[in-house]
C-alpha cells in the first residue's frame, strides 16, 4: 500500500486547510486511515482516524475544529482543518492500519502544515 499525501502549507491562525491522502495498492487489506501529527520537538501524536465503515475517533485538540471523512470509491481520507492555531503547526501524516490491525501499518509522507500568529 501506497499513500500520497498533499495538501499542506502557510496558514494564518484562523485560518483552514483541507489535507488529502490518496491510498493506492492493496486497497482491499486496509480498515482505518487518519492522521498523525509531530510538532518541533515533540513526538507523533494521532489527530483523528476512520474507519472503512465511517467510525472516527478524534484527538482532544481536534474535536470541534477538524472534521475527518473518506471516500472509499477514491481511495482517499480528508482532514478538514479549521480555525488553526499556531499550535497546529506540525508534519502531518497520514496512515493506513491493515484489517485487524490497530496500529499504523503504512505511512505516507509528511506534509508541513505552518500556522503563523
Known amino acids: 500500500v501506497q499513500l500520497q499525501a498533499s495538501g499542506g502549507g502557510l496558514v494564518q491562525a484562523g485560518g483552514s486547510l483541507r489535507l488529502s491522502c490518496a491510498a493506492s495498492?492493496?486497497?482491499?487489506?486496509?480498515?482505518?486511515m487518519g492522521w498523525y501529527r509531530q510538532g518541533p520537538g515533540k513526538q507523533r501524536d494521532l489527530v483523528a482516524t476512520i474507519t472503512r465503515g465511517g467510525g472516527t475517533i478524534y484527538a482532544d485538540t481536534a474535536k470541534g475544529r477538524f472534521a475527518i471523512s473518506r471516500d472509499n470509491a477514491k481511495n482517499t481520507v480528508y482532514l478538514q482543518m479549521n480555525s488553526l492555531k499556531p499550535e497546529d503547526t506540525a508534519v502531518y501524516y497520514c496512515?493506513?492500519?491493515?484489517?485487524?490491525?490497530?496500529?499504523?501499518?503504512?505511512w505516507g509522507q509528511g506534509t508541513l502544515v505552518t500556522v503563523s500568529s
Open positions: 496512515y493506513a492500519s491493515l484489517v485487524g490491525v490497530i496500529n499504523p501499518s503504512y
Open positions: 495498492g492493496s486497497i482491499f487489506s486496509i480498515n482505518a
